[in-house]
């Protein structure tokens, strides 16, 4: 049963907040991968447990891994991978993209599926690429979910060409289980720009930290055949879903201050400081962690968001609260995300009273005065948050499935009403 409709709170005064938040789902879910194809034991510290992460423990554990928890922390004792096995992928792109190569690997029939709307999503090419490095993928003809890995317990690797103007994913997937392929891989990429650069960046580090041999060019990766080690992985906390609560700051003209937030690292929510920044925010880091100050009135912001989509949602939120017009470009990969997110964001805003155009690759926002009413969510945990951020300035708007957002941040409604509404 979708949980019942959740009135966004209003902020009825600047927001000054300190909101330390879970670890990252893309770190996690790499690391898993990673820790069940290692040649030893690995323990995952402050991994995000959420429902995407939770899906990739249960797949891979559904293969014959060993993951316990300890306290909060994961334990993982990779084993030898076999089937048969089902695998629920849920609505997680990093499951449904990761998991499948690791299933090539295990000797068994493996059946993939997830929600209704992961059949929708891009998966042809990630499939196809497979095959040509040798894995037995039955999918009836429809290059997407549901299929089955008939694995025979080894992949051949080798060449390959992909066009993964799609998703990033179809790439990461590749090569997160390649050391584990009898030559390895090299993929190389053709088609219109790649997306989320970042991601890709993460894969390639991940990969490198547990021992993996990695060389890049532009569009071109390659992986050599070899171990991956285990030991200690220590996953950041989650950037891009700091997005939100950084917004808070700029719309209330209040200061919000993420903890931990590092100095270097390859999640693309590291954007949402130069991102902010443009809009008028007050954007520094210290000890303490990131914090950004609102200033009172902000700006709008013309940005191309091809390495950083995942923002696009909060962001467009911002951009309709803003003093000035926006134009959020290079994000048409965005309508085969969770929902078409294009759609789904016009609907939702315009549905309240604003003016969003729908763009070839992205979205016009110019901002209006806007009225409450039910926003829908569409099982896209970044609808909920950017309906929140909506909320914060306009009285009435009711979020409806806000549970949805367990696919990433389960504490969401939690950690935001004790910032926008403090007791
Ligand atoms: O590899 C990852 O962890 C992700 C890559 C990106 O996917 P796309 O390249 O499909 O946008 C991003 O949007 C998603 O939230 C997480
Ligand atoms: C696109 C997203 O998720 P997924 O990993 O399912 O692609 C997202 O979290 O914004």
């Avoid at 009225?371 to 609808?383: C, L, P």
């Amino acid at each position: 049963m979708p949980s019942p409709h959740w009135s966004a709170p209003v902020a009825h005064a600047p927001v000054d907040a300190v909101v330390p938040l879970p670890g990252s789902k893309s770190m996690t879910n790499r690391a898993l991968i990673l820790a069940a194809l290692a040649d030893g034991p690995s323990a995952i510290t402050r991994p995000l447990h959420s429902r995407d992460t939770e899906l990739m423990a249960d797949a891979l554990r559904a293969l014959g891994v060993g993951i316990g928890e300890d306290f909060d922390d994961w334990q993982v004792l990779p084993g030898e991978l076999t089937g048969p096995a089902r695998v629920d992928v849920g609505l997680a792109g990093t499951v449904m993209r990761f998991l499948p190569p690791v299933a090539a690997l295990a000797s068994g029939e493996v059946a993939v599926d997830g929600d209704p709307r992961a059949r929708e999503r891009p998966m042809g090419p990630i499939i196809t690429a497979l095959r040509a490095l040798g894995a037995d993928i039955e999918d009836g003809g429809r290059g997407a979910l549901p299929f089955t890995v008939r694995g025979a317990g080894a992949v051949n690797g080798g060449q390959v060409v992909i066009d993964a103007s799609g998703s990033s994913q179809l790439v990461s997937g590749l090569l997160l289980a390649a050391p584990r392929f009898e030559k390895g891989v090299e993929v190389r990429h053709e088609g219109p720009p790649v997306p989320s650069a970042p991601h890709l960046e993460m894969t390639v580090r991940m990969l490198r930290d547990a021992g993996a041999a990695v060389e890049t060019e532009k569009n071109l990766w390659h992986v050599a055949p070899g171990p991956l080690r285990g030991g200690e992985r220590v996953i950041e906390p989650d950037l891009s879903n700091a997005a939100q609560f950084l917004g808070a700051a700029l719309v209330t003209g209040g200061r919000v201050t993420v903890p931990d937030w590092p100095a270097e690292t390859t999640q693309p929510g590291d954007a949402l400081r130069g991102l902010l920044a443009q809009m008028g925010a007050e954007v520094s880091r210290g000890p303490d962690g990131l914090t950004v100050r609102g200033t009172g009135g902000f700006q709008g912001l013309d940005a191309d968001l091809h390495e950083v989509g995942e923002l696009t949602p909060v962001l467009a939120a911002l951009a309709a609260l803003a003093d000035s017009p926006s134009r959020l470009t290079g994000i048409a990969h965005l309508r085969g995300h969770e929902t078409d997110r294009l759609a789904a964001l016009v609907t939702e805003i315009n549905g309240l009273g604003g003016d969003v155009r729908e763009l070839p690759d992205g979205l016009a926002i110019t901002p209006r005065p806007l009225r409450g009413g039910v926003f829908h969510t569409y099982d896209d945990h970044r609808m909920v948050m950017a309906a929140a951020v909506l909320g914060l300035a306009v009285p009435g708007i009711e979020v409806e499935n806000p549970g949805t957002v367990g696919k990433t941040l389960p504490n969401f409604t939690e950690l935001w009403a004790s910032m926008a509404a403090p007791a």
